[in-house]
Nanobody, 124 residues
Framework: QVQLVESGGGLVQAGGSLRLSCAASGRTFRTYTMGWFRQAPGKEREFVAAITWSSDWTSYADSVKGRFTISRDNAKNTMYLQMNMMKPEDTAVYYC?????????????????WGQGTQVTVSS
């Protein structure tokens, strides 16, 4: 079992920045890809970004390209999401996820573990 814990959420004004972290613990001796998803009130959970174990390949949703950057530090078993130029429509609960597969994917059903989520609110 792997446990994932997000942190770094909060309230920010439009145009501002936040950095989310996701710490993995437990059975992390295998390589794994990781991703960020978000869910706004009344909407389905949607893909935000994903990254391979070696960080040699990343994927982003069109809505965040050029504004968000995903990264990871395997020595610390931690993944990050740097969010810049934030917009009110970025308001959501952000979840980190882990997949034992080698290829990053935007499909939530292909992820094997999830964090509890962290609230991000962007005011206009």
């Amino acid at each position: 079992q792997v446990q994932l814990v997000e942190s770094g959420g909060g309230l920010v004004q439009a145009g501002g920045s936040l950095r989310l972290s996701c710490a993995a613990s437990g059975r992390t001796f295998r390589t794994y890809t990781m991703g960020w998803f978000r869910q706004a009130p009344g909407k389905e959970r949607e893909f935000v970004a994903a990254i391979t174990w070696s960080s040699d390949w990343t994927s982003y949703a069109d809505s965040v390209k050029g504004r968000f950057t995903i990264s990871r530090d395997n020595a610390k078993n931690t993944m990050y999401l740097q969010m810049n130029m934030m917009k009110p429509e970025d308001t959501a609960v952000y979840y980190c996820a882990l997949s034992w597969g080698a290829t990053p994917t935007s499909q939530s059903y292909r992820y094997d573990g999830w964090g509890q989520g962290t609230q991000v609110t962007v005011s206009s």
